[in-house]
């Protein structure tokens, strides 16, 4: 089964390879050709997982050798592949999630002129993800990360002919870019202190143990590769610093939004801190970092998703938030470390299913994103009402849904971490539930309930034979109307759409409470992540309780602002917080006053330096020789009468000079 590992990047890479070099002729059957590559990689990590769960749980590793990618003397870099029950569960969120998103897709991208590409482009995202997940190296994990990292641009920039979209495409890029210099520092001194990028001897040299004193490298080198490897967890799962990107890559089509958010991108980080967890054990103030940045990620995306009126960056602020809960567990420990992967597995189910039902509205409203222009759609659309009004229970953490078991398990894990740093980061992500459950309740009254509040547009009109008209933009599909001018009708989107919203509607129900039973999706990631189990100050009843409490508070709260008052399809100027959180929390103005201005003064300031001390100095030196030289040369002119008058000239000095120091 080993000699199976490949083809889990292989089938996908093989798609983009087929669909971007194939030409035109491939216009018409490309987004089958591209679904059908992204299921045989999902076909290929069911078989190698029944045959996982067939092997003890000491004989689940398997490798695959390919071969050496640069074998140099002191320095060997291989292409090898390692499969263990972590990488498996990212292999089947990955290509699972993935090909739902593919079939998706087909319905939503009908009407772009170019399909076959963007089919090619999720292939590759598949691709580099499935590569990072199942590399055996660091090295070659980069090199998935870059791809990852190249998908994305391709994907967010997709309309460039949009200059928001094109923007947003640079924006991911560049800020993506400071994180992957943290990785690549962090690879270096990686080799520097163990000599190897492979995860055996790296991470078996620092040992699982929680003690320092296990670790053959100094804490402080321990440290420093952490704090890097958390740089980099912070550009691709946008954690503050570097989470502005996030909410500006929905100009990318919805499926884009839901490969990102739900089952690739953003969920490197969390894979990068957790199959290094035994070089953050042994770095305790690293550790403690990883905290306090998901802490304050979580708050952060949580306040924004709060005053975002586009359902997509609501959406995105959403996602970030859950992302901070996994990096705060990834932070805790063996305490958190299962538990951080349970919830990035039950958000890869409800995240996706959210976006997917998002871009439904999308398809139903001819491309409206601002929700305060929907309203009353569950009478229209009752099938993306239902899935995502399932996807919105599982994400507030209601009893008895996904999210429920995973997000508790982390605040009590939270509890747990003990002393007065538990009650803050439990305080943190109680907060953070009520906060969560407060906005998607408004996301779900503001669309699916109270009045409709749609407005007429002459776009979309509805044919005689019953089809809908091609949107204007010829970007997305068009919703259906009863007539050009009169009232768009919002109509439920075609099977192709609807179904992988129903399988992920039933993953957002069943999949928390599966992993729960007898502890087996600890059981399950135990031998390669650790588990400690942690006793929080308070019963887990009384956590429960305090989370439902919170939970309840919040969705009253959403109701009694948005479900029992008219919604103004204009928002409010809003306080001071609300201002605030539309422009996120003023990330994009700071970083442009000091990093783009910044860097423009220090630029400048270099500029001047180079110009007027260096080139000054330099450009001196060679006027003075210069200036020197031409007064010497004249010295040397070539008439005789001129150098006899220099050497009578001298000699009378000399003569001079000798009568003077006589009558001295």
Request: proline share 4%; glycine share 12%; hydrophobic share 50%.
């Amino acid at each position: 089964m080993e000699n199976l590992i490949a083809l889990l990047v292989a089938a996908p890479l093989l798609g983009a390879v087929v669909l971007l070099c194939g030409g035109r002729r491939l216009d018409k059957t490309g987004h089958w050709i591209g679904t059908l590559f992204a299921a045989v990689s999902f076909g290929v990590g069911v078989a190698l997982f029944a045959d996982m769960l067939g092997r003890g749980a000491e004989d689940r590793t398997l490798h695959q050798f390919l071969f050496s990618w640069i074998p140099v003397e002191g320095f060997q870099a291989d292409i090898a592949f390692q499969l263990d029950q972590l990488s498996m569960t990212f292999v089947l969120l990955i290509s699972g999630v993935g090909t739902l998103i593919h079939v998706y897709s087909i319905g939503y991208m009908e009407h772009d002129e170019r399909r076959r590409r963007f089919f090619g482009y999720l292939n590759l995202f598949v691709a580099a993800m499935l590569l990072l997940v199942v590399a055996d190296n660091y090295l070659l994990l980069y090199f998935g990360w870059e791809g990852v990292g190249l998908a994305s641009y391709l994907l967010i920039g997709f309309w460039q002919h949009k200059p928001s979209a094109a923007t947003a495409a640079k924006k991911a890029f560049l800020v993506n870019r400071v994180g992957d210099i943290g990785l690549s520092i962090a690879i270096m001194l990686m080799f520097t202190t163990f000599g190897t990028f492979a995860f055996g001897p790296v991470l078996g040299s620092v040992g699982a143990e929680t003690s320092v004193a296990a670790a053959p490298v100094s804490e402080g080198t321990l440290t420093a590769i952490g704090l890097m490897l958390l740089l980099a967890a912070c550009g691709k799962s946008a954690q503050v610093p570097l989470q502005s990107w996030l909410g500006d890559a929905m100009e990318g089509p919805t499926p884009v939004s839901a490969l990102i958010h739900a089952a690739t991108m953003v969920t490197a980080g969390v894979y990068l801190i957790v199959r290094s967890g035994a070089i953050f054990n042994g770095a305790p103030d690293a550790q403690l970092v990883v905290t306090v940045v998901g802490a304050v990620t979580l708050l952060f995306g949580a306040i924004v998703g709060c005053a975002k009126d586009d359902i997509k960056k609501a959406l995105a602020g959403s996602t970030m938030s859950q992302i901070g809960y996994m990096i705060l567990a990834a932070g805790l420990g063996p305490i958190g470390y299962v538990f951080a992967i349970m919830h990035l597995v039950t958000h890869g189910f409800f995240k996706a299913g959210l976006f997917l039902g998002a871009g439904s509205v999308m398809h139903g409203m001819n491309d409206e994103v601002d929700m305060r222009k929907y309203g009353g759609l569950r009478k229209y659309m009752p099938v993306t009402f239902v899935t995502f009004g399932l996807g919105y229970l599982a994400i507030i953490g209601f009893p008895g849904l996904s999210g429920f078991f995973s997000k508790d398990m982390i605040i009590e894990a939270a509890f747990a971490k003990g002393g007065t740093q538990g009650w803050i980061l439990g305080g943190v992500t109680l907060l953070g539930a009520g906060i969560t459950a407060f906005y998607m309740t408004r996301v779900m009254i503001l669309t699916f309930f109270g009045e409709k509040r749609w407005q007429p547009t002459a776009t979309g009109a509805v044919q005689q034979d019953g089809t809908t008209a091609r949107a204007v933009s010829g970007h997305e599909p068009a919703a259906s109307q009863h007539g050009s001018g009169e009232m768009p009708h919002p109509h439920e989107s075609p099977k192709s759409m609807t179904v992988p919203m129903v399988v992920l509607a039933f993953g957002s129900v069943f999949a928390g409470g599966f992993f729960s039973i007898g502890d087996r999706f600890v059981n399950w990631l135990e031998p390669v992540t650790g588990y400690a189990h942690g006793s929080p100050p308070v019963s887990a009843l009384t956590v429960t309780a305090a989370t439902m409490v919170v939970l309840a508070a919040g969705v009253a709260i959403a109701w009694s602002m948005y479900g029992r008052r008219p919604v103004p399809v204009v928002a409010p100027r809003g306080s001071v917080l609300t201002r605030a959180a539309r422009r996120d929390l003023y990330q994009d103005d700071f970083n442009h006053a000091v990093l783009v201005r910044g860097g423009e003064h220090l630029t400048r300031s270099l500029v001047y330096v180079d110009h007027s001390l260096v080139d000054g100095v330099v450009n001196g030196t060679a006027a003075g020789v210069g200036g020197l030289s031409g007064r010497l040369r004249k010295l040397q002119n070539g008439y005789a009468r001129s150098y006899a008058v220099s050497m009578f000239g001298g000699t009378a000095i000399l003569i001079a000079a000798t009568l003077l120091m006589r009558a001295v």
